[in-house]
């Protein structure tokens, strides 16, 4: 009889492991590089503390949010978004960030599940403010079944016959009109490690998926340069933002509420000032 308690128990611990570790397949490997092309590169490596380095030439240092933790992730280490207000991570405006006529945003992502609530960025240069929005890149929820109700409907314009799982893409154009918004046509799959893109070479807006492409769409003009920081798995407004005690959170007066918050890994977040064709899966260029 202790024997069987013993063998339940040991289970149980490796179900909790297993639990824990929703994305097991990492490689130990040089990563993305930081090439020529590169603006900024956040490998997410630190083992602690709350500066997330830039490896690119740019040094765009991030602060990570209270609630994010180190983990391992697609390659080496990473960082483990819940969802929280507090799970982000920040990087101030730079006029580098601009990159209006040929960009590239690319991360390895292994979500938990699907939002709940409009969307989930991975990267974001977007404020809610109007004069402040530049381009978002994010995990979106089909809207069509069931719309959810409540929060600040930052986001709601754009999700109308979006796919849940799917990625999305929506840049400002330089001259005035509406925000254009894309979708990928794939979903992305929860609980394990996918390599997704999206480029945009003033002509063309391209998904990729693990470095297949994965919708093509025909638009053309300059994507609007804005004073807009950088947020990586999280929106809300940055102005609340607050560094007092010496950790970087949500102050006083800001909605507390995650409506946006990703739940998941996002590891090797690099954005390019050229629209690429290739991807670095493993390690290669």
Known sequence: MRRVALAALAL???????????????????????????????????????????????????????????????????????????????????????????????????PNDYPLYEDWPIAVRWAPQTGERSWLFALARYYAVQRPSGGPSWHREFLQGAGRGRLMFVFQPEEAGAPRVFFSLSTVEVQRWTHVAVTYDGQVVRFWLDGQPDGTYATSGRIRASQAPLLVGNFFDTRYLSDFGGDLRQGPGADATPWYAFDGGIDELRISNTARTQFALHGGR
């Not at 930081?34 to 602060?63: F, I, K, N, Y």
């Not at 994010?68 to 990473?78: H, L």
């Open 12 to 110: 149980l611990a490796l179900a909790s492991c297993a639990k824990s570790t929703r994305a097991p397949d990492v490689t130990v490997g040089p990563g993305t590089p930081a090439d020529s092309a590169t603006v900024a590169l956040w490998r997410m490596d630190e083992p602690a503390g709350q500066r997330v380095a830039d490896a690119g030439p740019s040094r765009l240092d991030a602060t990570a949010g209270v609630d994010t933790r180190p983990i391992f992730g697609r390659f080496r280490g990473t960082r483990s978004f819940v969802h929280t207000i507090d799970s982000f991570l920040y990087v101030p405006y730079s006029p580098v960030l601009d990159l209006p006529a040929a960009l590239s945003i690319e991360a390895w992502i292994a």
